[in-house]
């Protein structure tokens, strides 16, 4: 379950919305004697990556120190668990035959089981396990021709949490045909992972970017909160700005990155329920205490649209543009709108949402 981020994460004044540039040096901006460090690793997860430390400016050597260490946590976490390497834990567990015990890191049967359950809490809207049908839909677009009805239930009965058993030492599946695909899940992961190395490292504070996503802990040198410019997915310009004391946000949607097949437009998102493509909102962004969590919520409420807001977990939030062009409306959570520090415009109250096309056919 694969999804591109398209939030503008920008720390005020430091990073540049949207693409994840630092303007920060090394003897950047700060205040109080803090600065913040920053790094830029390349290609991780096929992605843009700022990771910033902030330090009192006479040890910054920690600060490298950290930067090196979370680096060290994303690109292990993009070894074990990337299908685009064939060497990877989740590629080997994928081209496993049935029956064959399959050895696992402690990280990959972590997010196998967190990945487990978020089909549960979601409703069947997040299931990493769609992996043929996210290999039918690949074929799809290279043949530019959509898949029939008997084709999209072959692909879906091919795979599912039925056919894969996991234990503390891997996995084992039940059938040959169960593959997973953890794009949905193990950027979030890997994030989490990164920041807890930032704090373990001793930092004041801390931002981890991948691709849009991020995690922030502690205080930016020049302000008590980060603050992270949400992109506007219908315009150029921003839709407003979060204020977070600390926390995690992603972003989910299909306005940035989609797919033409016989001339009709489709999401990269999957929705697991029906096999098709998700149509039910061009953005989606959400704020919770982790990663991992705002990565799944980010990818189901694509997938659902505003009525999976009565499934969201305690301290999640989220916000969801949906409709097109000028016919678009605005719908958050409760607990969303004080985060916001410019007003949002044409927001409709989540509770009066007028029906979407979750789970209907593209």
């Not at 060497?87 to 029956?99: F, T």
């Not at 196998?112 to 997040?126: E, P």
């Not at 290999?135 to 692909?155: G, H, I, M, N």
């Not at 981890?208 to 980060?226: I, M």
Request: aromatic share 4%; proline share 6%; glycine share 10%.
């Amino acid at each position: 379950m694969r999804k591109d981020t398209f939030l503008g994460a920008a720390l005020i004044l430091a990073l540049a919305a949207l693409t994840g540039v630092a303007l920060w040096q090394t003897a950047g901006r700060h205040a109080g004697g803090r600065v913040a460090v920053t790094r830029h690793p390349e290609r991780i997860m096929g992605t843009t990556c700022t990771l910033a430390a902030v330090v009192n400016s006479r040890d910054t050597a920690r600060a490298e120190d950290a930067l090196r260490r979370a680096e060290s946590v994303l690109r292990a976490v993009e070894a074990r668990m990337s299908v685009w390497l064939a060497d990877s834990e989740i590629s080997r567990l994928n081209a496993a035959s049935a029956a064959e015990q399959v050895p696992l890191s402690r990280d990959t049967v972590a997010v196998l089981r967190a990945a487990r359950d978020a089909a549960d809490q979601t409703g069947g809207a997040f299931d990493a396990t769609i992996g043929p049908l996210i290999e039918l839909w690949k074929r799809a677009a290279e043949r530019d021709r959509v898949p029939t009805q008997a084709e999209l239930d072959e692909a879906r009965a091919a795979s599912h949490w039925d056919l894969i058993e996991l234990t503390d030492a891997g996995a084992v599946k039940r059938g040959a045909s169960a593959r997973v695909d953890l794009g949905g899940i193990a950027k979030g992961y890997a994030i989490d992972r990164a920041a807890q190395a930032l704090h373990r490292a001793g930092v004041a504070g801390g931002l981890v970017d991948l691709g849009g996503d991020l995690k922030c802990f502690g205080e930016p040198p020049d302000d008590p909160h980060w603050t992270v410019e949400v992109k506007n997915p219908l315009g150029v310009t921003r839709l407003s700005r979060l204020r977070l004391a600390g926390g995690a946000v992603c972003t989910s949607g299909s306005y940035a990155r989609f797919t033409v097949i016989e001339g009709e437009r489709y999401s990269h998102i999957i929705d697991p329920r029906t096999g098709r493509p998700a149509d039910a909102a061009p953005s989606v962004t959400v704020i919770a205490r982790s990663a991992l969590s705002a990565d799944i919520w980010a990818t189901a409420l694509s997938v659902t649209g505003p009525h999976g807001f009565k499934r969201l977990p305690k301290g999640v939030e989220a916000l969801i543009v949906a409709g097109t062009g000028e016919d678009h409306r605005i719908l958050c959570t409760d607990g969303c709108r004080p985060l916001f520090m410019d007003p949002l415009p044409r927001v409709t109250p989540a509770g009066s949402a007028p029906p979407t096309r979750a789970g209907s056919s593209p």
